[in-house]
């Protein structure tokens, strides 16, 4: 099977790009106004035209400049556009963070949006990390929400998104990958398991309920992929002890017989990380 090469992938992507905004919605068949804005969508279309090699358009990667909360204790961005704290997503504002890393580190934008982007990278950043759950290497989906909660999947994501953007701004991990392997979980889930929050979120485009689900063992390992180069000796035994674990409960070497093609291909990812094959 020939690989799509880049203006096959910019092609299909236009081709299911919103016809009311410079964004994406969740689905691709809701282009139309009257479905939500999706940030972290809108954020994995950005980051698959930079894995290409594209330029995104400037008001493509505006929307996700201005779609970010930056007011007191900002730094966020919610799933679907709105001010409203209670609503800051850590989802969102990883993958975020993950699409404004790619366009800034492989040069992808100009100098005036560029330096507009290092700036949310880093206010992103600072977020996700006062807003983790202190020494537990945790965080939770809606951390301003009473609905709020702990979310593994979202930890592991969270994690990963502060590794790809460390070295682009100089952010010490130290402390964060102490955290993770000191916390690292001793139930296991099936490689297919996922979270879903099912916060209804007020925004600018009505209400909406953010129903993404999230694959919990893809992400626990992807994130700690990402820190294992990062952690002393004794803490990659500790890592290798446990990814053996995982990779046993979690039945993921039967992962072929998952039905939804999306869930192979982040377990895929996930295998590919623990092989240092996926950046």
């Not at 279309?45 to 505006?62: C, F, G, K, M, T």
């Not at 809606?142 to 979202?154: A, D, E, R, T, V």
């Not at 209804?200 to 309920?209: E, I, M, S």
């Amino acid at each position: 099977v020939n690989s799509p090469n880049s203006n096959d992938v910019e092609l299909q992507l236009r081709k299911v790009k919103a016809i009311d905004c410079s964004c994406w919605k969740e689905w691709i068949n809701q282009r139309e106004h009257t479905f939500p804005k999706h940030i972290p969508a809108s954020a994995w279309a950005i980051l698959a035209l930079a894995y290409n090699q594209v330029r995104p358009h400037r008001s493509e990667v505006d929307f996700i400049l201005k779609t970010q909360n930056i007011s007191a204790g900002g730094g966020w961005w919610p799933v679907f556009p709105s001010n409203n704290n209670e609503f800051a997503s850590t989802f969102a504002t990883a993958w975020s963070i993950i699409a404004l890393n790619k366009l800034i580190g492989d040069n992808l934008l100009d100098k005036d949006q560029e330096d507009k982007a290092v700036s949310a990278l880093k206010s992103g950043q600072s977020w996700l990390i006062s807003n983790r759950e202190h020494e537990k290497g945790r965080w939770f989906d809606y951390p301003s929400s009473k609905s709020g909660q702990i979310s593994l999947s979202l930890s592991g994501l969270a994690i990963y998104s502060l590794h790809q953007s460390a070295k682009l701004v100089n952010l010490d991990v130290i402390n964060l990958d102490k955290e993770w392997v000191a916390n690292l979980p001793e139930n296991i889930p099936n490689a297919g398991s996922c979270e879903i929050p099912y916060i209804w979120v007020k925004g600018f485009d009505g209400l909406n309920q953010d129903t993404f689900c999230q694959l919990t063992v893809p992400w626990l390992i992807i994130g700690t992929a990402a820190i294992y180069e990062n952690v002393t000796p004794f803490e990659k035994l500790t890592i290798n002890s446990w990814v053996d674990r995982v990779i046993l409960e979690s039945k993921i070497t039967f992962s072929d017989n998952i039905a939804e093609h999306w869930k192979r291909s982040e377990i895929i990812i996930a295998l590919r990380a623990l092989l240092g094959t996926f950046i």
